[in-house]
């Protein structure tokens, strides 16, 4: 045993010794760094100090999930289409046929005017399908020697701007399709005519109907206002004449038709006011073109007639001039 604490000492010293030296040796020591040119800085670490009695801090509260309100399905809102007095879409080649198409304004319909010219101040030609021509003043109205003074005025007239018995159904009525007549009238002697090529298969047959009224203001010429329709230059009949059309009565042109070689069909519809002074009134609506193996268009409605030569008085009127399409 005391061999071995004669080792024991020296070790300890040792270990003691190592320790010193580990202490003491400049740059070793934890918390001092040396440059190169041996000066030392000491490095402090930060002391954390708890404090004494800090309140255990309240725990935050989570907030309560607010409810998704549900969701409420607004309704979709329905357009009220506004009406647009355009041309009805049919089975018919003819374009207007019923002088629907015009430019819809807020609350009514539009047509461009003409400014002037040998088509009048004013006037509304229709806005597709047809063309509106007049006799120049100084010119022989058509088949006649009888010479333009002047023109006509031309408009449409809307539904809203007519008596309900001159509405389509009407006990009088003005409009026999839609809610647009055309009306040509004027108390100067004059001629005018609507015209409109349409394009049709060769050799296939059609039928054209034009429902035509006029009003005589008591003309006593059975001839003071005449109406005629033609395709391709060939009338249903040469003329129809004031008193055989009646008086405030539709009668219509109707004419069947094989179609040509060149594949077209130019319609034409003319009307003529005879008499210096003596106001006439055209109305023309519901033109139609359809297939001649179809029932014809307006079978309530009588054909214009030519005038008999010596007539005495007026197409005598029907008893019930309601007319449905
Ligand atoms: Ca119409």
Redesign the pocket.
């Given at each position: 045993m005391r061999k071995n604490g004669l080792l024991v000492y020296p070790i300890a010293g040792l270990l003691l010794w190592l320790l010193l030296l580990h202490i003491s040796a400049p740059g070793q020591r934890e918390g001092s760094s040396i440059y190169a040119d041996g000066t030392e800085e000491n490095r402090y670490f930060p002391i954390i100090f708890v404090p004494e009695n800090t309140p255990t801090p309240e725990p935050t509260l989570t907030p309560t999930p607010t409810l998704t309100p549900t969701l409420t399905l607004t309704p979709t809102l329905t357009l009220t289409p506004t009406p647009t007095a355009t041309n009805t879409p049919d089975s018919s080649p003819l374009i207007n046929?019923?002088?629907?198409a015009c430019i819809q304004g807020e609350d009514k319909c539009d047509w461009p005017t003409i400014p002037g010219g040998e088509l009048g101040q004013g006037n509304q030609p229709p806005l597709t399908g047809w063309d509106l021509s007049m006799v120049p003043p100084g010119e022989a109205l058509y088949d006649s020697s009888d010479k333009a003074t002047g023109v006509c005025e031309c408009v449409h007239k809307e539904q809203q701007n007519l008596p309900p018995d001159e509405w389509?159904g009407g006990p009088k009525a003005l409009?026999?399709?839609?809610?647009?007549?055309?009306k040509l009238f004027g108390n100067t002697i004059w001629g005018s005519e609507l015209s409109q090529s349409v394009d049709l298969p060769p050799g296939s047959e059609w039928r054209l109907t034009v429902p035509i009224q006029v009003h005589l203001h008591g003309d006593g010429d059975p001839y003071g206002a005449e109406s005629s329709a033609r395709v391709n230059g060939k009338p249903d009949i040469h003329w129809a004449n004031g008193w055989a059309m009646g008086d405030q009565e539709w009668c219509k042109h109707e004419i069947t038709f094989t179609v040509p070689e060149h594949g077209r069909a130019d319609i034409s519809v003319r009307v003529k006011n005879k008499w210096q002074g003596k106001n006439k009134d055209f109305f023309i609506?519901?033109i139609s073109l359809s297939p001649a193996d179809e029932a014809a268009a307006h079978p309530e409605m009588d054909r214009c007639i030519q005038g008999q030569t010596g007539i005495q008085q007026y197409r005598e009127n029907k008893s019930s001039s309601r007319i449905v399409k």
């Open positions: 046929g019923s002088f629907e389509l409009i026999l399709e839609g809610k647009v007549t055309y609506d519901d």
